[in-house]
C-alpha cells in the first residue's frame, strides 16, 4: 500500500509538477550509447530508462515499474516490448502492460498498469526526451545533414555545475584570450569587439569577429590576419550553434553543443566539433583541442558561485562586453527559468 502511494506520488508529482525545465528538449545521451537493451539516464533529477523498440526507435521511460518501484532500466528487451527485471511485467513502446505473468491467462491487464512514457525524439546523433510539453522545437543544427561537413563528437563533458553556468561559460568571449591564452586568444588583445544581441523566439543571436592566433593545431587555418567571424544561435534553454568563419581561407568550423541538465548542480554537456576542411583527417586533433579547452573551463565553472545563476541583474557585475549574459538572464528569466 505504502509503496503503491510512493509510485502514485512521483506520478502525481510529474503531472504537477511546476519545474518549467520539463517543457523543453533536452539531449540524454548519444544515440549510439542506447541500444535495444534499456540504459539509464538521468535527467532533471529524474531516472529514465532508454530503450529501443522493435523498430529500432527510441523511448523513454521513468525508470521506475509501477509494481514494486523496481528500475525498468534493469529489465530485458525482447520483440520490442521491456520486461520488468521483478516480475516479468511486460510493456509497449507506448507503455501499456500487455502481460502479467502471475494472472491466470484469461484475466484482463489492469489499464493502471502503465509506464510512464515520454516524448523521446533522435537528431544529430543524440536520443532528446521531453518530461512535458514542449515550448520550442529541438535546436538547429543545419550543418549536420549539409554536404561538405565532417562532424566530429567530443567525449561528454560532465560538470559539477548547473547548465546555464556550462551555457554561458561555452559563449563568454571576455575570457578566450585571458583563459585560453595562445589557444582562442591572447593576453595581448583581450578587448571584446562590440556585438549586438538579438532575442526572438527562445533564442539569441549575436555575432563577432575575433583575431584568434594561428597556432599550433586547430587554428592553423586563420591565416595571417588571423580574424573570425563567429555566429552564435543560442536556444534556450541549454544548447549552442556556433558557425566559425576564417576570413583568410574562407574555411569554417561549427561547434554544436547541448547540454543536459541531470540536476540542479550537475551537467553532462554533448559537443560536436564540425568542419568543411580537412574531411579525411583524423578528428582526434580537433577533440583533443576542445578536451584541452573544456578542462580549462571546468576548473572555473565549477568554482562559481552561486551555482545558479543569479535572477537580479544586480548581484553580479556586468560591463558593456558582458551583454550576452545579460540578454541569456533575461530570457531564461522571461521564461521562467530562473527563478
Ligand atoms: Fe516490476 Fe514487479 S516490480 S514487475
Ligand atoms: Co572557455
Known amino acids: 500500500m505504502a509503496n503503491q502511494t510512493y509510485i502514485r506520488g512521483l506520478i502525481e508529482q510529474e503531472s504537477r509538477s511546476t519545474d518549467p525545465l520539463l517543457d523543453w528538449w ?20 529524474r531516472a529514465l530508462a532508454v530503450w529501443r523498440d522493435a523498430d529500432g526507435a ?11 518501484g523496481t528500475a525498468l532500466s534493469l529489465g530485458k528487451v525482447s520483440d520490442g516490448k521491456l520486461a520488468c527485471a521483478y516480475h ?23 489499464a493502471s498498469a502503465r509506464a510512464l512514457v515520454f516524448a523521446c525524439e533522435e537528431r544529430y546523433g543524440l536520443v532528446w526526451v521531453c518530461l512535458g ?49 595562445g589557444l582562442l586568444g591572447s593576453r595581448d588583445d583581450l578587448e571584446v569587439p562590440d556585438h549586438a544581441v538579438q532575442t526572438e523566439d527562445g533564442t539569441l543571436r549575436y555575432s563577432l569577429t575575433m583575431r584568434v592566433p594561428a597556432a599550433e593545431g586547430i587554428n592553423d587555418l586563420s591565416g ?10 543560442l536556444s534556450l534553454p541549454h544548447a549552442i550553434h556556433l558557425r566559425s568563419r576564417y576570413h583568410d581561407t574562407g574555411r569554417s568550423r561549427v561547434l554544436f553543443f547541448a547540454v543536459r541538465p541531470d540536476s540542479a548542480t550537475v551537467s553532462t554537456g554533448f559537443c560536436y566539433q564540425s568542419r568543411d576542411f580537412d574531411l579525411d583527417g583524423d578528428d582526434r ?13 571546468r576548473v572555473v565553472v565549477e568554482s562559481q558561485r552561486p551555482e545558479e545563476l ?16 545579460v540578454a541569456y538572464r533575461k530570457a531564461l528569466s522571461a521564461y521562467g527559468l530562473l527563478t
Not at 560538470?159 to 578566450?176: I, K, S
Not at 543569479?310 to 549574459?325: C, G, M, S, T
Request: glycine content about 8%.
Open 26 to 45: 533536452h539531449p540524454v545521451g548519444w544515440s549510439a550509447d542506447f541500444g535495444e537493451q534499456p540504459t539509464q539516464v538521468v535527467l532533471l533529477g
Open 58 to 68: 527510441a523511448r523513454c521511460f521513468r525508470d521506475l515499474c509501477v509494481h514494486r
Open 88 to 110: 516479468g511485467w511486460t510493456y509497449d513502446g507506448r507503455g501499456k502492460c500487455l502481460a502479467i505473468p502471475q494472472l491466470a491467462a484469461d484475466a484482463p491487464v489492469p
Open 133 to 181: 510539453t514542449p515550448r520550442a522545437p529541438i535546436p538547429d543544427f543545419p550543418e549536420w545533414d549539409a554536404p561538405g561537413f565532417r562532424h566530429a563528437a567530443c567525449p561528454p563533458y560532465a560538470w559539477q555545475c548547473a547548465a546555464p553556468r556550462m551555457v554561458e561559460n561555452f559563449t563568454d568571449f571576455g575570457h578566450l584570450g585571458w583563459l585560453h591564452d
Open 224 to 233: 595571417p590576419n588571423g580574424l573570425m567571424t563567429n555566429d552564435y544561435v
Open 285 to 297: 586533433r580537433y577533440v583533443e583541442f576542445q578536451e584541452t579547452l573544456a578542462e580549462q573551463d
Open 310 to 325: 543569479p535572477l537580479d541583474l544586480a548581484d553580479e557585475l556586468h560591463l558593456k562586453f558582458d551583454r550576452v549574459a
